[in-house]
């Protein structure tokens, strides 16, 4: 089994004239994929790998700076956002059977005028990359809302009107650009990214190198090999409910490299998420999970995994 792949050339962020049928003939696609693995990797979706190679070269320089400079960028020192940016390494434990993970990351969760941007030479265009990305992962997030309605036979925009605050303190979409620094010493049972599913609705996910794995309905984890210009897409644990399991939010994760490999790894994950007040009620209308609030769910979600 691999991750299905499919051609999102008609629907694509250039594309202004898609027809009814291109819409249905996507729709099938990724009712497939999302049903049997939880998982696709989208071709020509507008992102080009030029702008995903931008958001990593900057990111790689703002990680690759001491501590010390990262520190007026902690995660949780913004009152206004609380999950707004950096994230040492060994914070987030995302999984109760191992240490904390061995990565680091810059979360952009809020573009609110009290957030503080990096501002030395060398990052002077950290805020306008990291901007312009997230207004593109955002764009395309709509429209694949979008075709995933449509594939359930339900208004089209039934997902979409549930995420029009997307870039607002009112949602907690985040887009995250993650650091997997070398490993030199490591605890036991640690990884770089411990096995876990996503929070929200769906994740795209951009990877600098290989390293990420999904675990397949079958049991066993396969390779999410990184496809230069292509994004990820992955189902996550709200749409699993809001679907009643017919999409299903797969555990992912990354383990170590082989002993003495020196390579870091970056990746960057936007993180969808329904407005915090939407009430996710199983689209089938069963009571399969109880109704919660998107903004109880990832509360929860954020207490366990950092302590
Ligand atoms: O690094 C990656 O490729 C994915 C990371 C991930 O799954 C996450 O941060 O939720
Ligand atoms: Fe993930």
């Known amino acids: 089994m691999s991750i299905p792949v ?9 594309e202004k004239d898609v027809t009814e049928e291109q819409l249905h003939e996507l729709a ?11 998982f696709v990797l989208l071709m020509n979706t507008g992102i080009s790998q030029e702008e995903v190679d931008q958001i990593l070269d900057i990111s790689s ?3 690759l700076q001491p501590d ?13 956002n609380l999950n707004h940016g950096w994230v040492p390494v060994e914070t987030e434990k995302l999984s109760p059977n191992r240490p904390a993970d ?5 979360n952009t969760a809020s573009f609110h005028p009290d957030i503080k941007w990096p501002t030395s030479d060398a990052l002077k265009c950290f805020r306008e990359i990291h901007t312009s990305f997230y207004q593109r992962c955002k764009e395309l997030s709509m429209r694949v809302l979008r075709v995933m309605a449509l594939s359930l036979g339900l208004d089209p925009d039934v997902f979409v009107r549930a995420h029009l605050l997307i870039g607002t303190d009112e949602n907690a979409t985040t887009m995250r650009s993650l650091y997997y620094p070398p490993v030199k010493t490591v605890k036991e049972n640690q990884i770089r990214c411990s096995e876990h599913s996503d929070y929200g609705t769906i994740t795209l996910v951009f990877q600098g190198s290989d390293g990420l794995e999904v675990l397949t309905r079958s049991g066993n984890y396969i390779p999410a090999t ?9 189902i996550a644990d709200l749409m699993q409910r809001w679907t009643a399991d017919r999409f299903i939010s797969a555990s992912h994760r990354v383990l170590l490299p082989p002993t003495g490999d020196p390579r870091t790894r970056q990746s960057v994950a936007f993180f969808v998420h329904p407005d915090d007040e939407v009430l996710i009620t199983c689209c089938d209308g069963s009571n399969k999970y109880p109704p919660i609030t ?4 990832v509360a929860q979600k954020f207490n366990q995994s950092y302590d």
């Not at 696609?29 to 049997?36: G, I, M, S, T």
């Open 226 to 234: 990184n496809v230069p210009g292509s994004v990820l897409i992955n």
């Open 102 to 106: 061995l990565k680091e990351s810059f």
């Open 294 to 297: 998107a903004g109880d769910y």
């Open 68 to 80: 010390e400079l990262k520190k007026p960028f902690i995660r949780q020192s913004f009152p206004n």
């Open 6 to 14: 499919v051609d999102f050339r008609a629907y694509s962020l250039t």
């Open 61 to 63: 320089k703002f990680f």
């Open 28 to 38: 099938a696609q990724l009712k497939k994929a999302f049903v049997e693995i939880g």
